[in-house]
């Protein structure tokens, strides 16, 4: 160590700091560069991936970045628009095909370059907010190809071009415009958008424009649902094969707009193939296919629910105000089920069960059979028909479902105690005449009347079934307790009823014959010996009677007849001849009863038991009446009916609606008096629409016989008039 | 150059390694590594006998090769003890799997199962603002007019400097983007606050406050970053008494809403704001020592009313010495409550379902030793994650955990003083000492397939 001290070694600094290649960033970049040219001419298998990258990181890492930066976005550039020059110079057809080979080329480099460039992606890129590799080399493709002035027009012309032809049937490479189509929106949604998606747009609509104005010139309303429908179908399958799924909701908006919208009214209102027509013949696809478009576009499925609502009103009202109709009770409520049931299906089958259609339909019928005042009074009558004879051998199920179709049209109603009125008569006459056919199917009538209006509603329908069970009871103890004492006499059969339930008005019993009258003595006796504090009053007009009769030549008959027939016949045991005077005395039936008695008695061909004197139809007050020896029939049993209408006649109609408006009064009177109760104070109107709310599940009361009851409540100190404000009422407590 | 059997054979920097294609895949086709096996790299399939021989030349330091190449085998990282971790994360860089290291060295965030990995120094001298930790494992701390970067390498970026303002706050909208608040100075018309990018510290946005449509200059106080909506609130205080919470929006960085603060309730000089995800609304926490009477209150911002607000103005009658200060509150939304400290380090949380209710004090007294009387203390912090409760405290930070809050760790290390704020994050816990300025790195140990 000191021998090399004495040689004084010195060891000296480098003068300069160590420095790299002046040259080094330029030839590198030189390598790099080649190499992106190399990528460009498809002769990439001669470079070296590892010697690129680590040239790459090498600049970035002595801060050549920037350089390096630069440097690729000259390269590209000047390759991108070489590339351009021979896209503008592709003929024709070959446009597109040269424009699709060389994004797809330009893809491939581009991924090749960033590889190389990875280094100075994730790191360079980020911290100098430069655009990474990819984004760049789709952005230089964006400006120097697609907006290329020579190649932006022709492109965006191409494309609407071909689409303008496959629209008219020809056949086109799909394929080929997937790849553009996907260019572009590789490119950036912007660029999809602006270059290619609202020309589209617009283009289209003034295709569909031109289009449904020709179809809608030349097509039935059928026809051109049919042609539209494809149409749109064409566009989404078109959106589906080359374009972005987001352009489907645009260009179906257009085709809705132009094909649809435009010509909606038109299309609804044609003639001889619009609505109403599809809807009378039951189109049911033309009908969905009208629902499926129209739902489309705004204010469509209202179109087409307000024709079908004033075409609905407009057949209903002519249903019910037709006099042909009107003759048949029956007939005009199948009517109105078959139309309810037409519309029904027309509803389930091609409006999807739309529940608008459904409030529509509800209210049209609403409408219309309030229109007509008898409504309730017939459908109670068919029900009546139907628990008759109509339900006979058919199925439980079925006769549930022809009930619940009754109690449909039931919810319709506005009077709905009209309907409760002659349902309560209806059922009186069919539980005395034992014409009913089926208690169960009674009682489940009864159920949904109760479901749908409460208990109020049925509780004497129901009263009127308990009395009908008891006196079946009552008849049983009757003769069992009394079996001795009767004898061989007539037998009787006593059906009480609790007054009040039952819709009998009273009427002065007439002269029961001798014999009939021991019976009744004694089953009273025995009634009010176990019932005390009860009153018995006898129905005899609505009573029947099986008598037996002696003809001349021997031959013997079963006589079914009511008791007031009874009455007359039982006459003719003394006697064969009695003048009309001498027989009203005998039974003092009333006039009018009395004259249709006989009337039926002698005037029915095959049922005259009596003969009358002078012959005519008539009853007059002088006729005699005899005993007609020669009656034949070929029955042993022979039923003689009363002449009598089944309609209510005009003034048996008028009747009744009096006593329904009788009925009203207390019951609006209730009313009034719950509200005032609670609220105390109200002004007029207020109370009226209170008490036209409360009731109206039952009927709609009148205005103006509300201000009546109001007026009566008054009177009897209910309620009184504000001293200050006149319209104002007080309640009294 | 796979061979049949998928067999790869590397030359790093003279040393021969190989492995299948099935562990590179593990690198992902955006690595060096994925790139060099591509088939666009690759366009002739090799004469098979050939490929054997076939191997690819890296011109890279073999060592930490072998321990990346181990990473993409198994998904461990094991450093050797000679190995610079800086070397190491070169390496990781130039082969684009750092994303890889950084996952493999540390598990999911557990409050009892941490570990110090690593105490950073600063240059400033101690007493430091306040650190944040980053969504990526790196983290900020502010000193005075200065913001100091790390990233997750704990590597140091060029600072953020405010030009002498004073920095009040710190967040991070992303690994990238940091928002500070800052001090308005008189007469300069400054202040506010400001997104800066954490990699070159430049100044990117400055988020304005307008009046009446008029800009106005103004000093933004407490931040909190909703996560869900991308909403930025701060307090704020204006000149012309306009206090209240500012709010923008992340994205484009423009005010969206301003909270004017109602009477009895003060917001302009909040310590703590946090948005409560499920509430739909934010937590405003005004504390001693910047005001005498505690605000804690609850905003919502859609009809701009307090739904829920606790204060005690009322309570501190008696002006005793033992008096309970709350000094930091943070809000446990699962439980529904808010958990508060004093100034004994007591804990005490207050019922977010019942209006005016008092603080329950869980005295924590016995647990620990109290600290000397002469020593500098710090005012203690609060923190949750994941249903854990953070409490610093001297010079350590104790862990709470279940439904009654009992203490489970206590993280604590013997130098720099005690702790005068601390930040989770990115599955990290940072603590700031306040004596010296070194903060310390708490993270979980990844946990070992067994």
């Not at chain 1, 608008?356 to 059979?369: D, K, P, R, V, W």
């Not at chain 2, 510290?201 to 407490?222: I, P």
């Not at chain 2, 004994?344 to 647990?367: E, Q």
């Not at chain 2, 409490?391 to 279940?402: A, L, P």
């Amino acid at each position: 160590m000191s021998a090399q001290k004495k040689r004084n070694f010195k060891i000296e600094a480098f003068k300069h700091r160590v420095e790299l290649d002046p040259n080094y960033a330029e030839r590198t970049w030189r390598v790099l560069e080649h190499a992106i040219h190399e990528i460009y001419n498809h002769n990439a298998s001669g470079l070296s991936f590892e010697e690129l990258y680590r040239n790459a990181y090498n600049m970035v890492l002595h801060k050549y970045g920037e350089k390096l930066y630069s440097g690729l976005v000259n390269t590209m550039t000047g390759h991108l628009k070489e590339i351009a020059r021979s896209i503008e110079a592709a003929q024709g057809g070959f446009f597109l095909e040269e424009l699709n080979v060389k994004w797809g080329d330009h893809n491939k480099a581009l991924q090749m370059i960033r590889d190389i460039l990875m280094y100075m992606d994730r790191t360079f890129v980020p911290s100098n907010h430069k655009t990474p590799v990819h984004e760049l080399g789709l952005n230089l493709w964006r400006d120097n190809i697609i907006h290329s002035s020579k190649i932006q027009t022709r492109l965006l012309d191409m494309l609407l071009d071909l689409i303008h032809r496959e629209r008219t049937g020809e056949v086109i490479n799909r394929g080929l415009m997937r790849n553009i189509t996907k260019m572009l929106m590789d490119l950036g949604s912007s660029v999809y958008q602006e270059d290619f998606e609202k020309p589209f747009l617009g283009v289209s609509a003034s295709f569909y424009s031109v289009e449904s104005q020709q179809l809608i010139e030349c097509c039935d309303c059928g026809e051109y649902l049919r042609k539209a429908e494809r149409r749109l179908n064409e566009e989404i399958e078109r959106v589906s094969h080359y374009l972005d799924v987001k352009s489907e909701v645009k260009i179906t908006s257009v085709v809705e707009g132009e094909m649809i919208a435009n010509h909606m009214q038109r299309l609804v209102h044609m003639e001889n193939s619009g609505l109403v027509s599809m809807l009378v013949d039951d189109k049911y696809e033309d009908l969905s296919r009208m629902y499926n478009l129209f739902r489309r576009v705004p204010d469509g499925l209202s179109t087409i629910k307000d024709v079908m609502t004033s075409h609905l009103r407009e057949t209903g009202k002519q249903l019910v105000s037709d006099p042909e109709k009107l003759k048949d009770p029956v007939d005009f409520v199948q009517h109105l089920l078959d139309e309810k049931d037409k519309y029904d299906k027309i509803i389930r089958k091609a409006f999807n069960n739309d529940k608008t259609f459904q409030n529509a339909l509800n209210s049209s019928f609403e409408y219309f059979i309030n229109l007509n005042n008898r409504s309730p009074e017939f459908i109670s009558l068919y029900v009546d028909d139907k628990l008759r004879k109509g339900l006979k051998g058919v199925s439980e199920e079925d006769v549930e479902v022809v009930l619940d179709k009754v109690m449909m049209l039931f919810r319709y109603l506005q009077e709905k105690d009209v309907f409760e009125k002659y349902y309560k008569q209806h059922l009186a006459k069919r539980l005395l005449s034992g014409k009913s056919v089926s208690d169960d199917t009674e009682r489940s009538m009864i159920v949904k009347l109760k479901t749908e209006c409460g208990y109020q509603f049925t509780s004497k329908l129901e009263g009127m079934f308990t009395d009908m069970k008891t006196s079946i009871d009552t008849m049983q103890g009757f003769y069992s307790s009394q079996y001795s004492e009767i004898g061989d006499g007539p037998t009787l059969a006593v059906q009480v009823l609790t007054t009040g339930s039952w819709p009998t008005q009273p009427s002065a019993p007439c002269n029961l014959p001798a014999e009939i009258l021991v019976i009744c003595e004694k089953f009273r006796t025995f009634y009010l010996g176990t019932h005390t504090g009860r009153r018995l009053t006898w129905q005899t007009n609505m009573g029947t009677a099986d008598i037996k009769a002696t003809f001349g030549k021997g031959q013997k008959h079963e006589l079914n007849v009511s008791t007031y027939q009874m009455c007359i016949l039982m006459l003719y045991n003394s006697t064969d001849q009695l003048t009309y005077r001498e027989i009203e005395q005998a039974t003092e039936i009333p006039p009018s009863d009395l004259k249709r008695c006989l009337q039926s008695l002698a005037c029915v061909k095959g049922k005259n038991v009596l003969r009358k004197e002078p012959m005519s139809k008539d009853i007059a007050e002088d006729d005699a009446f005899y005993f007609n020896d020669k009656f034949m029939s070929k029955f042993f049993k022979v039923k003689i009916g009363t002449v009598a209408a089944q309609k209510e006649s005009e003034p048996e109609k008028q009747e009744t609606r009096q006593r329904v408006e009788e009925d009203r009064k207390p019951q609006i009177e209730a009313a009034i008096v719950r509200i005032m109760k609670s609220r105390r104070v109200l002004d007029h109107n207020t109370i009226v629409t209170e008490v036209t709310s409360q009731l109206q599940s039952r009927f709609l009361p009148n205005p103006v016989i509300i201000k009546k009851r109001i007026e009566s409540l008054i009177e009897r100190e209910f309620l009184e008039r504000d001293k200050a404000d006149r319209k104002l009422y007080r309640y009294l407590a | 150059m796979a061979s049949r059997r998928g067999r790869i054979r590397f030359n790093v920097g003279g040393k021969i390694f190989e492995t299948t294609a099935t562990t590179l895949a593990n690198a992902g086709r955006h690595s060096m590594l994925g790139a060099l096996l591509d088939d666009s790299w690759n366009p002739r399939q090799p004469v098979e006998g050939e490929a054997a021989d076939a191997e690819y030349f890296i011109d890279r330091n073999p060592a930490c090769f072998a321990v990346l190449l181990d990473l993409l085998r198994t998904g461990e990282l094991h450093v050797p003890p000679n190995m610079p971790e800086k070397l190491l994360n070169r390496e990781a860089l130039f082969y684009g799997l750092l994303d890889q290291v950084r996952a493999a060295r540390w598990g999911p965030f557990d409050g009892n199962r941490l570990q110090l990995v690593d105490s950073v120094s600063g240059r400033a001298p101690g007493d430091g603002t306040a650190i944040r930790a980053g969504p990526d494992g790196g983290c900020c701390v502010a000193h005075g007019s200065m913001v100091h970067v790390y990233d997750w390498m704990l590597e140091e970026h060029r600072p953020i400097s405010l030009d002498y303002q004073q920095v009040n706050d710190v967040g991070y909208i992303d690994a990238e983007s940091i928002v500070i608040s800052a001090r308005e100075r008189l007469g300069k018309g400054d202040g506010g606050m400001g997104v800066f990018s954490s990699s070159t510290g430049e100044l990117r946005h400055r988020f304005r406050v307008s009046h009446d449509n008029q800009v106005k200059s103004f000093t933004a106080g407490a931040l909190s970053l909703g996560s869900s909506d991308y909403k930025i609130f701060a307090s704020c205080k204006g000149r012309c008494n306009e206090y209240g919470i500012g709010v923008w929006d992340q994205i484009t960085g423009q005010q969206v809403d301003f909270f004017y603060e109602p009477p009895g309730c003060s917001l302009g000089d909040a310590d703590k704001l946090q948005w409560l995800d499920g509430d739909k609304c934010l937590m405003v926490a005004t504390l001693f020592p910047r005001t005498d009477n505690c605000f804690i209150g609850l905003l919502d911002f859609r009809d701009k009313s307090v739904n829920w607000s606790w204060s005690d103005a009322g309570t501190s009658v008696s002006l005793s010495l033992d008096e309970k200060r709350v000094l930091h509150a943070i809000a446990i939304e699962d439980s529904r409550s808010i958990c508060v400290v004093n100034q004994y380090d007591d804990l005490g949380f207050i019922d977010l379902r019942s209006n005016a209710g008092g603080v329950r004090w869980s005295s924590r007294s016995k647990l620990t030793n109290r600290k000397a009387p002469n020593e500098e203390s710090c005012y203690p912090k609060l923190a949750t994650h994941n249903g854990q409760l953070f409490s610093s405290m001297n010079d350590g930070i104790s862990v709470f955990c279940g439904p009654e809050w009992v203490l489970t760790s206590t993280l604590r290390r013997s130098y720099g003083g005690s702790i005068c704020d601390f930040s989770i994050g990115g599955d990290r816990l940072f603590a700031l000492h306040s004596e010296e300025n070194v903060f310390d790195v708490w993270e979980t140990p990844p946990s070992l397939t067994i």
